[in-house]
Structures are given as C-alpha cells and as structure tokens.
C-alpha cells in the first residue's frame, strides 16, 4: 500500500471488521497507529505505518480477488476440524490469507469468490446485494410448473422465508424421473436451493452454482481457479456498493 488511506478503510480490507465496526473501534480507542491510540474517523495511514486492533497487528496486504470452480465433497472454509478438504487447499500458490465470501455447502458444486479484502466481501454478503446466482440442480422426481410458481412466491421453511428470483426445468427425463431445473436467487440463505426442493418433495441429485452476477465458470474444470480481471472486480464493487447504499 503506497499512498495513504483513512483507517478503518485498512482494517476493513484487512479482512478484521466491516467499515462500520471497523469505524466503532477506532472511536472506542480500540486501535493504535505507531503505538498510539487513534479515535478521529478521518485519520490517514500509510503502508510503513503499524496499525494494531485491540493489540493485534493487522496485515497490509494488496488486496487479491480469486475465482475458484468448488468440487463437491469440499468445505467453504480456509480450515476444518475433521481434516476434509477446504477451498483454500485449490489456491496453494496464492500467498495472502485468503477466505471464501459467502458458501456452498459441502455436497454443491460451482463458482466461489476468495479474497483477502474483507470490505468487499462484506458488501458483497450484504442482505441487500441484489446479484444474481444461478444454479442448475437435478431434482429426484420432475417438478410441475405449479411447483416453480411457488418457489419464486416465496416459501416459509422452518421459520424461514426463503424465495426464488426465477425457476424453471430445462429439460427431464421420464424413464430415470429426474429433471434439469435453473435456479435464480438473490439471497443466500443455508441450504436455500436444497430446502426448498426438499419442501416441495423433490430431493436433490446435484447442484452447482453456475453463474453470479457477470461471472461464470467458462473454461474451467472443477478445481480451477483464476485471478478476477480488474475490470471483474470493478462490476462486483459497482453492484455491490449500488445495493447496500
């Protein structure tokens, strides 16, 4: 980091808090820059200056944005207690401290952002982020339109209101009774897509995640990564910021 930047800007890409918790620590004299206490919101730092929250030094890094096609039978996490396989084990060579915004669960496959830039991340895991995710699942039995109506009504799950932006099958197959369904959300509740087929009678075969926002996983195998373009990283941010203002 070359030129300067206000404070909890740093600490928000350092992946430690949102800006806004980011903001409340510095005035709670949690944070010290060169071994002092700093609580004005518009101080400036520097890539020489020492930033430390509540006495843990934080990691200036350049911010990295990866993609990564997640297998099935893979952790969304940087480590697990069970020893299985975690996204970040696909990126060996990337040296910052990467972390998956957002998640799949272990059984769906498809596309995953890694970054070590915690604001971004925040916005892009914002309740109000309205990017679309697309998945593609193979459904146990064939759902009828009715059943797609439904989903992008909207569905009470166990307490939980879960909705589709858009649903429909693709194609099906009458001797094996599977279908192809497309699957649009714009949130990312646990599970949604899974529990809402589950709900309507139709357990899942396999789900992938094919699309979010302009991204998608032309030219990679399961288990691929590759860098965000720039101009990828800007789209992101631009909707990002668009959404939870």
């Known amino acids: 980091m070359t030129d ?8 928000a890409h350092a992946g430690v808090a949102s800006r806004r918790k980011a903001e409340k620590l510095i005035t709670d004299g949690k944070v010290t820059v060169n071994g002092k206490v700093v609580t004005e919101l518009g101080t400036k730092v520097g890539g020489n200056d020492d930033v430390e929250v509540e006495g843990v030094p934080i990691d200036k890094e350049e911010p990295v944005y990866y993609l990564l096609y997640k297998p099935r039978g893979v952790i ?4 697990d207690d069970k020893g299985r396989k975690v996204v970040t084990d696909f990126l060996p060579e990337v040296k ?12 769906t496959s498809g596309l995953m952002l890694l970054t070590n830039d915690g ?5 892009l895991m914002h309740p109000s982020h309205e990017v679309d995710k697309v998945y ?5 039995g064939i759902p009828s339109s ?5 989903m992008k009504k909207g569905m009470n799950i166990d307490g939980e209101y879960l909705k589709a932006v858009h649903s429909k099958v693709m194609s099906t197959d009458s001797k094996k009774n599977t279908a192809i369904v497309q699957v649009i959300l714009h949130e990312g509740k646990n599970r949604q897509v899974r529990r809402m087929f589950e709900a309507l009678g139709f357990p899942l075969d396999k789900l992938k995640r094919e699309r979010y926002g302009s991204l998608d996983l032309k030219g990679l195998n ?3 990564y590759r860098p965000l373009k720039p101009i990828e990283v800007k789209q992101l941010r631009q909707l990002a910021e668009k959404s939870v203002e």
């Open 4 to 11: 300067k930047e206000r404070l909890q800007k740093v600490i």
């Open 76 to 79: 969304s996490s940087v480590s």
């Open 96 to 107: 910052e401290r990467i972390f998956p915004v957002g998640r799949l669960d272990y059984d």
């Open 119 to 123: 604001e971004f991340a925040n916005k």
């Open 136 to 140: 593609v699942a193979k459904t146990k």
């Open 146 to 150: 009715d059943h797609m109506k439904q």
């Open 222 to 224: 399961a288990g691929d």
